[in-house]
């Protein structure tokens, strides 16, 4: 399944644009990480497309998202003998890298963010608009592009275990610095209060069963469950005889 | 640039595949069967460049059609596209590409035109380089961070997980004296100076 990688799923749409259309979207996009600061946010949150900048970081299941604009005359000619390629339209491409299946991808977008994703595709011909999610669904079924070899570099974490997993890593370094001159009582009061605070940091990773069940079938000397660690999640600390203050 | 967000760079190259046939067997066809090979288990030439976080194929036989009342547009050549999100610069990733996976770069880029092999380093960076389409707007949720850092974080947490299950129950000075026994194996070399001084 090339789309997939783990946890990770690789999503590449293409849709026509009629050229004139364009600059406007190139002004759009320029516009996007300006809107994104904190200062406009605060300013102009209250404005849809303002807000939908906001929005669209908490879509936590995206790992990188890209568009780009291919030209009607960008398509590279190499060769004297190669026809060359001059489309009557520009094409969008929007790849994504995310977990969790399609469908849930575009649903989400279509919740969060539809005034975003009306944004963007509204420039895009036939483009039935985000909401309802049905011919929206249908439309990107359409444009899709499957993927002939995907990688992720970390195939067994979802961008949430990625961001908490950084997260620890942050408060781990902070605590080691802290906690270097503490007694050994006080080291303890200490650690269990940061357990605390890094509780929704302790889950594990590792592939989803279908997934290791899909490739064991496929690949017999592919993925190892013994090799992925404990599935699903832990709770390691019992909450409730964790003092937070001594 | 968009093509650069914080420390990564978002690359996309559009190469056109040759048409013709190669050893009986179409280009594209060749092409693909190349491409369905890096899919078995530690095949991925992506795997032997530093910084990169996640990176494709795509055979672009067509755009996609979408009937009437939309105009069809037919492409007079195939293309591949590779994308890729890496940390660093553009010229680096692929002088990485031309020299830690000249096998596997050859063998899927001798399909496509105007491929000027693996040993002028110019020469390839310039292919790449006429064949790139820039980002126009690029996503990351991650606050600058690398690979590296990415997967130790990954590591750390799934060893800290396991720690923190070992140490329930045991006594302060244990605790305290596994939980420095860690840190010299986990922590972050900054972090490991400051629990020192």
Request: hydrophobic share 45%.
């Amino acid at each position: 399944m090339p789309n997939i990688d783990g946890k990770a799923y690789g999503f590449t749409a293409i849709t026509p644009m009629k050229r004139w259309k364009t600059p406007f979207l190139r002004v759009f996009f320029w516009l996007v990480p300006i809107l994104a600061k904190p200062l406009p946010q605060r300013l102009f949150g209250w404005i849809p497309i303002v807000r939908a900048q906001h929005d669209l970081t908490a879509l936590s299941f995206i790992h990188f998202a890209r568009w780009s604009i291919i030209r009607h005359d960008f398509w590279p000619q190499l060769d004297a003998a190669q026809p060359r390629d001059e489309t009557r339209y520009d094409y969008l491409i929007f790849c994504s890298n995310f977990n969790g299946t399609w469908e849930q991808y575009i649903d989400a977008f279509s919740a969060i963010i539809p005034g975003g994703m009306q944004m963007i595709w509204r420039w895009s011909e036939q483009f039935p608009g985000s909401q309802p999610i049905t011919p929206f669904l249908s439309y990107i079924r359409r444009v899709q592009v499957d993927t002939a070899h995907y990688h992720s570099a970390y195939p067994d974490a979802s961008a949430n275990d990625v961001k908490q997993a950084l997260k620890l890593q942050a408060r781990l370094d902070a605590f080691a610095t802290t906690s270097a001159s503490l007694t050994a009582e006080q080291f303890a009061v200490a650690y269990r209060a940061m357990l605390v605070e890094v509780q929704d940091c302790l889950g594990t990773t590792g592939l989803d069963p279908w997934i290791v069940d899909w490739q064991e079938a496929v690949i017999p000397d592919g993925v190892r469950p013994e090799t992925l660690g404990p599935r699903g999640l832990h709770t390691p600390v019992q909450l409730d005889r964790v003092p937070v203050r001594a | 640039m968009s093509n650069i967000n914080k420390q990564s760079y978002a690359f996309t190259a559009l190469t056109p595949i040759i048409a013709g046939q190669t050893d009986g067997m179409v280009h594209l066809a060749a092409l693909r069967a190349v491409l369905a090979g890096f899919d078995r288990p530690d095949a991925s030439p992506f795997k032997q460049l530093p910084g990169t976080h996640f990176a494709r194929f795509t055979v672009l036989e067509d755009v996609p059609q979408l009937g009437l009342p939309t105009d069809a547009d037919v492409l007079q050549s195939k293309y591949l596209m590779l994308e890729a999100d890496f940390d660093g610069m553009r010229d680096v990733w692929l002088d990485a590409l031309r020299t830690r996976t000249a096998d596997a770069v050859t063998a899927v880029y001798r399909h496509c035109l105007g491929f000027p092999g693996v040993h002028d380093a110019a020469a390839f960076r310039a292919y790449f380089a006429k064949c790139q389409l820039e980002t126009t707007l690029d996503f990351s949720p991650f606050d600058g961070d690398t690979l590296p850092a990415v997967q130790r974080a990954l590591d750390t947490q799934r060893r800290f997980v396991g720690f923190v299950h070992a140490m329930q129950g045991r006594s302060a000075e244990q605790l305290q004296a596994e939980f420095r026994r860690f840190l010299a194996e986990h922590a972050s070399p900054a972090a490991r100076a400051g629990a020192r001084s």
